[in-house]
């Protein structure tokens, strides 16, 4: 949204400011995270690295399944992953995103944007993670949050060379991309967040970044 500003008799086009912002509540990065990152970016990417920063190529949106902003946070907090045996042979890092947005759209930065989170298989080297509270039937994302989605994909895309927004449940469609580095073929889980009707409405708004389109299934055969 813009309006006409007179300075000087000259009119003159502004943007408005922006209405959003971020609240920067950072999760545990001590030393053990940061071997824990260290040694992610090793042994699942073969990135040998001295810092456990990355490149932001991406930007992934997810849900919690948690219901509370505060329950979710908890669970991002600790270095080592609690629980989740389906990764926990991959890795002790605990899982995490840079981002989390509230259900009444408070936009939450965990890590700095720079510093690599584990939120998204094969990608985690060069992708954003945006968590969204809630995503169960009973708890459905909210329309704030889908504004601040959009107002946060935004202010990355103008930040950092974004190249692909997606959902969590479009990342295997990137295996034999060129950004695609796990080396574990049989490292895979299904996931559905944060849902289609979500991704159509963020992609939508934030079109004129002119993403590129996600990698075609019959082009990587």
């Known amino acids: 949204m813009r309006h006409l500003i007179l300075i000087f ?24 995270r940061k071997a824990l990152t260290l040694d992610y970016l090793s042994s699942r990417y073969g990135l040998q690295q001295e810092e456990p920063t990355i490149t932001p190529k991406m930007i992934v949106l997810h849900w919690t399944v948690i219901p ?5 946070f908890e669970t991002f907090y600790p270095s080592k992953l609690p629980s989740r045996p ?18 009444d759209g408070t936009i939450y930065r965990l890590l700095t944007e720079t ?6 298989i094969g990608l985690n080297h060069c992708a954003i993670g945006v968590e969204n ?9 909210t329309a704030e949050q889908v504004e601040s989605n959009i107002w946060l994909v935004n202010y990355l895309s ?5 190249d692909y927004l997606i959902g ?19 490292y895979r ?6 849902g289609v009707d979500f991704m159509e409405k963020v992609r939508e708004a934030t079109k004129e970044h002119d993403f590129k389109s996600l990698p075609e299934i019959e082009q990587r055969k």
């Open 133 to 141: 509270v809630g995503g169960t039937e009973d708890l459905p994302l």
């Open 68 to 72: 509370t902003f505060e329950a979710s």
């Open 168 to 186: 969590h449940y479009e990342y295997t469609l990137f295996e034999g991309h060129e950004l695609w580095l796990e080396k574990d073929d049989g």
């Open 115 to 120: 510093t690599m989170a584990r939120h998204v």
């Open 9 to 32: 008799g000259i009119v003159v086009l502004a943007a408005c400011a922006p209405k959003k912002g971020i609240v920067d509540k950072p999760i545990l990065f001590d030393d053990e």
């Open 189 to 194: 889980t299904e996931k559905t967040d944060p």
């Open 86 to 103: 389906d990764i926990k042979a991959a890795s002790a890092l605990n899982v995490s995103s840079q981002f989390m947005v509230d259900r």
């Open 158 to 162: 103008d930040k950092y060379d974004i």
